[in-house]
């Protein structure tokens, strides 16, 4: 059996109540303590200091009496002043450290409402932080009105999910905030719900950098400046917002974009610059297409983040500012990493909380709710409520969640689809006619050719006549050319290993003749890709 | 050896259980009902198990008092018990033979040393050998009949049936304080108890109150003495006063002495409570079982059924018919072969009947 051992410190004014009979009339928490119809105390710890020892050994024979199972070990100590914080705090600190706990067969409670409220505060803190494995325990006055005569003692359990009410509490404002994340779209994709909950989590308890990672349209920017409402909200920060693109940073001007410069740093710096980092001190800085930004910004970025200090552009006096950094992209970082394109350093430190935000198509089950939540925002924007005919809105969704909709604008493309429904529907509502449009556009505008069209479209009849071995191939190489902006930067990438062992890389020259060899060149390729995007 | 009242195998109802089921919320719904069930399945050697112990109650599950009773139990005849926690709600009991010997028991002041003697002085009754039992703890406890109950009013009666026991108070400890000792001496009863019938009083002998104050003034016990005496007529008063040490306390009893019966009434004093208050509260009780006809009043009433029981039957008429005696007769009626019935004779006077079942 388990044993309850509290460790206290005798009551010096509760507990002395002198030596008559009349003692038992007054309540003594530390007696009452004992005399608990629902609680043994095995053993009782009871600090006290020199001058209090006969009000222990009084105190120990009356506790014999009430409670014959409680062994009481009196512990000397010396307190010069129990109001001193830091004396008691030492003093307590030193108990937690050297007393022989044996957590495997012994249960521990502090009993706070004995010492001074320094004392009490020094328990809480010590018990709190797990120094002192222990729970509290308060005692009270017999409420008379009642019935009451010996007073209770309850026991305070500092793990909050324990109280119903509390973690009530928790659980509502936590489905609030998440809600709030969610922009109040009832979601229904496991995954991306649990995905919202634990950066609800994060966001809250950290101030570490986010890097948020999916398609252009899968809601990066969107959840980042949620998150930041939600600080601010809660009082976490108190400075901007400030959002920037690092595609559209180039140069010098990327330089002065985000660090700043000083007067007459450059040609036509006529007037010192703050810079996006400096506007985002005290807030978030949300950089959107991190990949982009050039290595020596990333240098830059990197001292930033981890010493919160850089030194503005031409300028010899480094300036502060403290901000979260989110940083989003569509790029695999990783790979960049490893081609050099992305300083790895960098990609560590922000690589921290990392969230992979699904694109639409993979969530077919939001599209609804996402509906929803566009025609409601329509309503707001326009001052137009516009609803669906019944058929029409089946047909929608019917189309809308197929896997013929690919969904390559992800939510972006979804939000612009139900506004351009919404603005041809006549008197407030939209028919399958509108709707029939609508996938009409929506198949126009994604006529990404499936693969094998890909080929047959190029090829024309020679299509068919490939083998698979050849196709796959051939199919790996135009892809590859599609991400690349001329043919030697797609030969580089085609033959970056064996290029190494070459004096003179001809990559350029081999991936030509491999494209002859289906009569195909540079610029038909990239006309081809041209339309395809 | 093992001198149970009756012997197990002959006992149980359906051969095929060997445990005893009860229901902790059942009835009276508290302390009593384990009591019982630890008293009955001592002598009976039949295991239990109590389920849903105080299960409607603010705090359920075992208390300290409740604790100590299966603790004692436990020690009196070597049992294996599961589940004796404190806010426990299920508790397994499996005896073993009762044996005679030398008992000591600290309880709390919370626990009373009455109760705990309940509920083993009946198995130590029928054990190997003589005992002596000790208890210390509280003697006077407002939810627990006062040691001087159990000695004018219970075993006077428990003689009659065949027992032997003598019961001393060696030290007054009153609630909360506690720290009084009870000793009681117990030879084995030789055969089978005596079936007792209580029918009627007889005839009055005498009226007697007690008051008692430790670390209370004298005073206080006089004022209550003069008002029992002026509500209930002159009477054979004492006034103990006890050492300061053993109290604070301050309990007035009044005992009405018949022929085949004394009963004893008890209330206790409080701060803030007029001593005249208490007085009148114990004369109110004791002048309702004088002008009644019934032979024993509530408290006695609880006490006698098991008794009755372990003799295979008996008789007595009471005023009260209280939770506790309907749950005692229910449990009884569980481990022993015996059935309880309780009429209406007289308007206010039930009759209790104890019988062994037809067979």
């Known amino acids: ?107 521990y409670l502090i009993h706070i409402t004995t010492g001074t409220h320094v004392a009490q505060i020094c328990w809480f803190l010590l018990a709190e932080s797990r120094y002192l494995p222990a729970r509290l325990i308060q005692t009270s006055p017999p409420v008379k009105r009642r019935g009451e005569t010996l007073g209770t003692a309850t026991i305070i359990d500092l793990d909050l999910s324990r109280y119903d009410k509390i973690a009530q509490r928790f659980a509502r404002e936590q ?40 398609p252009t349209g899968a809601g990066k920017s969107f959840l980042a400046r949620r998150l930041y409402e939600l600080k601010r909200q809660r009082r976490q920060l108190a400075g901007e917002f400030v959002e920037v693109n690092c595609a559209t940073l180039r140069g010098d001007a990327a330089m002065s974009a985000l660090f700043g410069h000083a007067k007459g740093a450059f040609t036509g710096a006529a007037n010192e610059r703050a810079g996006l980092l400096r506007a985002a001190d005290g807030g978030v800085l949300f950089l959107d297409e991190i990949g982009e930004l050039g290595l020596d910004e990333q240098a830059m970025l990197l001292k930033a983040i981890e010493e919160k200090r850089f030194f503005p552009f031409g300028s010899d006096r480094e300036a502060s500012s403290n901000f979260q950094l989110i940083a989003g992209t569509c790029r695999d970082l990783r790979q960049w990493v490893a081609e050099g394109k992305f300083r790895e350093d960098l990609f560590a430190r922000i690589n921290l909380w990392t969230y992979q935000l699904p694109g639409l198509a993979a969530r077919s089950e939001d599209i609804e709710p996402n509906i929803e939540f566009e025609l409601a925002r329509f309503a707001r924007e326009q001052g137009e409520q516009v609803r669906f005919n019944t058929e029409a809105r089946l ?34 509502r939209i028919t399958t006619a509108v709707v029939d449009d609508e996938i009409e556009r929506l198949q126009a505008n994604w006529r990404l050719p499936g693969k094998a069209d890909a080929l047959a479209e190029l090829l024309g009849d020679a299509a068919a006549e490939l083998d698979v071995f050849d196709r796959i191939q051939l199919e790996g190489v135009l892809s590859v050319c599609r991400e690349s902006t001329s043919l030697s930067d797609a030969g580089r990438k085609l033959f970056a290993c064996s290029r190494k062992d070459k004096k003179q890389p001809n990559d350029a020259d081999r991936l030509r003749k491999y494209l002859a060899r289906f009569g195909l060149d540079w610029q038909q390729v990239s006309v081809f890709n041209q339309k395809g995007k | 050896m093992n001198s149970r009242v009756i012997p197990p195998a ?49 705090k359920p599950g ?28 299920a508790l397994t009991f499996t005896p073993g033979a009762i044996r005679g010997g030398d008992y000591r028991f600290a309880i709390g002041s919370a626990g009373s040393t009455t109760l705990v003697l309940q509920t083993i002085l009946p198995a130590l009754w029928f054990a190997d050998a003589a005992s002596t039992v000790h208890v210390s703890g509280g003697t006077h406890n407002p939810a627990a009949p006062p040691v001087d109950f159990l000695q004018q009013s219970w075993l006077p009666l428990m003689r009659r049936m065949r027992v032997q026991t003598e019961l001393e108070c060696l030290r007054h400890g009153f609630f909360p304080a506690g720290g009084g000792e009870v000793c009681a001496k117990v030879a084995p009863v030789s055969g089978k108890l005596q079936p007792l019938t ?10 007697r109150a007690v008051a008692i104050v430790a670390g209370v003034p004298g005073e206080v016990a006089k004022r209550e003495l003069e ?17 300061a040490r053993e109290g604070p306390g301050n309990v007035v009893m009044v005992s009405l002495a018949y022929e085949h019966v004394c009963e004893t009434f008890v209330a206790f004093g409080e701060r803030s ?87």
């Open chain 2, 273 to 359: 409570l007029a001593a005249e208050t208490v007085a009148q509260k114990v004369a109110g009780e004791a002048r309702r079982y004088r002008e009644g006809g019934a032979a024993v009043g509530e408290h006695l009433a609880d006490q006698l059924a098991l008794p009755l029981a372990l003799a295979g039957g008996g008789r007595f008429t009471t005023n009260r018919v209280s939770d506790h005696l309907r749950t005692n007769l229910d449990v009884i009626g569980q481990f022993l072969p015996v059935r309880g019935d309780i009429s209406e004779i007289t308007p206010g006077v039930w009759a209790v009947d104890v019988q062994p079942l037809a067979v």
């Open chain 1, 1 to 107: 059996m388990r044993k309850t051992v509290v460790i206290g410190f005798v009551g010096t004014v509760l507990d002395y109540v002198g030596k008559g009979a009349e003692r038992w009339s007054k309540w003594r928490p530390t007696v009452c303590l004992c005399q608990q119809e629902d609680q043994i105390v095995d053993r009782l710890v009871l600090l006290h200091d020199e001058r209090s020892r006969g009000l222990v050994s009084r105190i120990t024979l009356d506790i014999a009496q009430v409670s014959p199972e409680t062994t009481i070990e009196p512990r000397e100590v010396v307190l010069q002043n129990p109001w001193d914080f830091e004396e008691v705090y030492s003093l307590l600190h030193d108990f937690a450290a050297t007393y022989p706990f044996d957590l495997d067969n012994e249960d």
């Open chain 1, 395 to 428: 047909r929608y969704l019917a189309f809308a969640t197929t896997t013929q909709a690919c969904w390559s604008g992800n939510f972006r493309e979804l939000s612009a689809s139900v506004s351009r429904m919404a603005t041809l529907a006549e008197s407030g």
């Open chain 2, 10 to 58: 002959q006992h149980q109802k359906e051969p095929e259980m060997n445990m005893i089921e009860l229901n902790g919320a059942h009835g009276e719904g508290g302390g009593q009902i384990l009591r019982t069930a630890l008293t009955l399945s001592m002598l009976t050697g039949i295991p239990f198990r109590i389920n849903r112990i105080r299960a409607k109650r603010a």
């Open chain 1, 175 to 214: 489905a609030e905030t998440v809600s709030f994340l969610k922009s109040g779209i009832a979601t229904r994709n496991a995954a991306f719900n649990r995905m919202i909950e634990e950066i609800e989590r994060v966001a809250v308890r950290s101030k570490a950098p986010l890097l948020l990672i999916g």
């Open chain 2, 227 to 243: 008002q029992v005496e002026s509500l209930l007529g002159p009477m054979d008063t004492e006034l103990r006063s006890l050492p």
């Open chain 2, 198 to 207: 209580l029918e009627s009083r007889g005839e009055w002998r005498a009226t």
């Open chain 2, 62 to 89: 075992l208390l300290r008092q409740h604790l100590t009773a299966v603790s004692a139990a436990a020690a009196v005849c070597g049992a294996n018990v599961d589940g004796a926690a404190l806010g426990s709600t």
